[in-house]
Structures are given as structure tokens and as C-alpha cells.
């Protein structure tokens, strides 16, 4: 173990940051020459970390897969962010996170200074976890996919569809988003020519193809859209739409991203959709947000909000 110095610890962080540098990139981040750079590389392969190098004019540097893998060089800060994290996946939605994570945090807690201890003890008694489990998905699944996004190699899966039909897959994964209770993966169907939101929980079996495919942006509305309505009305039997008499910032307040998709029209409206479990609790939640509205959409609902609308008349004591 040869000149392990402050130097080589931040190269090892900017290695561990990103998937890949060029030479002259490490270089100017460390004010280093070429020679003292090449010499830090090799004082960490001499540690067990397997550094690929690439040659030419537009060769780099990247951290590669080693026979042993030493700790990873985190702050204080960081420390603290991984810890909590990994305290808060005891009730995740992944599938047999919670040993993998329970150990990893024994592993960390070792290297962490009192001072670290106390911030994340800090943390963790300000948080209070309020969700519940729905539909777990696989740690299996989710790591094979994150590393097909980041190899960019098209992926076979498995795949359950909302009416029940199995069907395979391939697809070329770009991003995986998630809530509390649901994880989605937006993909390119290179077959349909378009971009897919597909549940993590109903995917089995992926397999990384060996077929790379190009990166593509997804356009951030795009990204919004296709997965605000994957989480808000695809799951449920009951949807609506509707025109809100307010801009799209105050029925947001009401109706979150999770919940509902809150399009702006102008004029002080907006237009709102949303799916719920019946049509009741639909014409609850829009009675509850206060503010006016007009059924566009949704005949279920509208026969919820006039049989509703009778029964509190009633109950009322207001003559209908």
C-alpha cells in the first residue's frame, strides 16, 4: 500500500462519481500531470480497484469491476444520506432489500464517527414513515434493470399487462421512477416505435440483450406525462375527467402528482384526470377540495355525485 494520500482518495471519489473520465478531465480537477496521474492509478489498482483504461485520443478512465472491492470514500454528509436511506428500506417496496440493507448499515456504522452517528440518530427520530406496502417488487429485478439503463443495452422481460394477458418483451430502458407504493420503468418499444410505462411489480425474468441502443432525451412534459398517467388512472377501474374552476397551482394543492394529472387550460381553469378504486370516493375527494367544477368525462362518477348529492340534501333536512 503505497502513497495513499488525499490526492488519490479524491481521485477515487471522482472515479466512484461518475461512469467515466478522460485523462484530461482527472488531470485538471486534481492539477495533476499526466505522470502523477498515471502513478495515483496505479496506487489504487495496487488496492484492489480494478481501473479500466482506455487509449487514444479520446481515451479515459473508469472504475471497473474488481477481484476485492475496498470501502467506498464517502463524507460526512453522504455517510449520513446512505444511512437514513438504508433504515428507511426496512419498509420498502423492494422485495428482500431489508437484510441486504440491514447489513450494509452495520458495515457502514463501523467506519462513521460519533459526531456522524449522532446526525443520523437526529434524522432519523424527525422521520415518521406513514406509508403502507402495495405491490413489492424484486431486488433482482430492479438491479438488472439499472444496469441495463446504464450499460444502455436493450432488455427481454416477462411482463403482466393491466388486463391480466402475459406477454415478452423487449424493450430499451431509460429511467425508473417510483413512489411510495409503486415503482415504473419508462422504456422505448423499439417494435411500436414509441415510449412505455411499465410496472416493475408485473415484470419477471429480465435478461440483458446484448444489443446496445442510443441514448435518447426523454422531454421532461413527456416524462411527466406518461408516467403521471401510468400512476393516477391506469391502476383504477373508475376515471374521470374533469374542468376545474382554478389555475392548475391551486388544484394541485388538492390533487398531487400521485394522485391526479392537473393540466393548466388558461383563464383561470384547468383540467384535471384522475382514477380512484369507486366512484364514490371520487366525487368525495372533488366535494372535499372545495372548488367548482364540470364533469367532461366519467359517467360512473357523475351517477355518484347526483345519488351523493340526494342523500346529504337529505340529510340535510333540505327539501330537494
Given at each position: 500500500m503505497t502513497r495513499t494520500t488525499g490526492r488519490t482518495l479524491e481521485l477515487l471519489s471522482l472515479l466512484q462519481a461518475r461512469r467515466e473520465w478522460s485523462g484530461a478531465e482527472l488531470r485538471d480537477r486534481l492539477e495533476v500531470s499526466g505522470r502523477t496521474l498515471r502513478r495515483d492509478i496505479d496506487d489504487l489498482r495496487e488496492l484492489g480497484y480494478g481501473i479500466e483504461a482506455t487509449r487514444g485520443r479520446h481515451g479515459g478512465y473508469r472504475l471497473g469491476a474488481g477481484a476485492a472491492v475496498p470501502p467506498l470514500t464517502l463524507s460526512a454528509d453522504e455517510?449520513?444520506?446512505?444511512?437514513?436511506?438504508?433504515?428507511?428500506?426496512?419498509?420498502?417496496?423492494?422485495?428482500?432489500?431489508?437484510?441486504?440493507?440491514?447489513?450494509?448499515?452495520?458495515?457502514?456504522?463501523?467506519?462513521?464517527?460519533?459526531?456522524?452517528?449522532?446526525?443520523?440518530?437526529?434524522?432519523?427520530?424527525?422521520?415518521?414513515?406513514?406509508?403502507?406496502?402495495?405491490?413489492?417488487?424484486?431486488?433482482?429485478?430492479?438491479?438488472?434493470?439499472?444496469?441495463?439503463?446504464?450499460?444502455?443495452?436493450?432488455?427481454?422481460?416477462?411482463?403482466?399487462?393491466?388486463?391480466?394477458?402475459?406477454?415478452?418483451?423487449?424493450?430499451?430502458?431509460?429511467?425508473?421512477?417510483?413512489?411510495?407504493?409503486?415503482?415504473?420503468?419508462?422504456?422505448?418499444?423499439?417494435?411500436?416505435?414509441?415510449w412505455r410505462t411499465l410496472r416493475v411489480d408485473r415484470m419477471r425474468h429480465p435478461l440483458i440483450l446484448r444489443d446496445e441502443f442510443p441514448e435518447r432525451d426523454i422531454p421532461d412534459d413527456a416524462l411527466r406525462q406518461f408516467t403521471t398517467r401510468s400512476i393516477t388512472t391506469a391502476p383504477y377501474p373508475y376515471r374521470a375527467r374533469l374542468r376545474m374552476q382554478a389555475p392548475a397551482a391551486v388544484v394541485s394543492r388538492h390533487f398531487d402528482v400521485t394522485v391526479a394529472e392537473v393540466v393548466d387550460e388558461g383563464g383561470g381553469t384547468s383540467i384535471l384526470t384522475a382514477g380512484s378504486r369507486s366512484p364514490e370516493e371520487f366525487a368525495l375527494y372533488l366535494g372535499m377540495s372545495g372548488i367548482e367544477f364540470e364533469l367532461l368525462e366519467g359517467e360512473d362518477v357523475r351517477r355518484a355525485l347526483v345519488d351523493m348529492a340526494a342523500r346529504f340534501t337529505r340529510a340535510a333536512g333540505v327539501a330537494e
Open positions: 455517510s449520513v444520506a446512505i444511512a437514513v436511506g438504508l433504515r428507511a428500506a426496512a419498509t420498502s417496496v423492494v422485495t428482500g432489500i431489508e437484510d441486504a440493507s440491514a447489513r450494509a448499515l452495520a458495515k457502514l456504522e463501523q467506519s462513521l464517527s460519533p459526531a456522524t452517528r449522532r446526525q443520523i440518530i437526529d434524522v432519523e427520530r424527525a422521520m415518521v414513515s406513514l406509508s403502507s406496502r402495495r405491490d413489492d417488487v424484486d431486488l433482482d429485478v430492479v438491479t438488472t434493470v439499472a444496469s441495463a439503463i446504464a450499460e444502455r443495452r436493450r432488455m427481454q422481460i416477462d411482463y403482466t399487462r393491466h388486463d391480466g394477458v402475459e406477454v415478452r418483451r423487449a424493450v430499451e430502458p431509460h429511467r425508473i421512477v417510483h413512489t411510495a407504493e409503486r415503482w415504473y420503468l419508462v422504456a422505448w418499444d423499439p417494435e411500436r416505435e414509441g
